[in-house]
């Protein structure tokens, strides 16, 4: 069984920074993608920033410059490094991942999400 943990909200004040962290643990035959995904209240959730392994990432255009998505394949956790962050960034920031669990069969796992909130 897949889990993955998420970390790292809480509030912090324009300008401010954060680190979000993912944790995936469990039975995996391989890593397709990891991503950070967000939700504003009454919003539609959005893609942040997605990692696909080799160096190879995109952004949202409104987060370029100052969110850096990694991985960490020996600890298997994604992180999101957030820079000055702007009250436009508050929401519940959720961790995706689409994973192979077995030969010939994907599937897909969320995080149970973590509030950022900036505010002044």
Known sequence: QVHLVESGGGLVQPG?????????????HSINRMAWYRQAPG???????????????????????RFTISRDNTKNTVSLQMNSLQPEDTAVYYCYVDIMIR??????????????????
């Open 16 to 28: 401010g920074s954060l680190r979000l962290s993912c944790v995936v643990s469990g039975s995996i």
């Open 43 to 65: 919003q539609q959730r959005e893609l942040v920033a997605v990692e696909v392994g080799r160096g190879f990432t995109n952004y949202l255009d409104s987060v370029k410059g």
């Open 103 to 120: 030969p010939l069969e994907a599937q897909d796992f969320w995080g149970q999400g973590t509030q950022v909130t900036v505010s002044s």
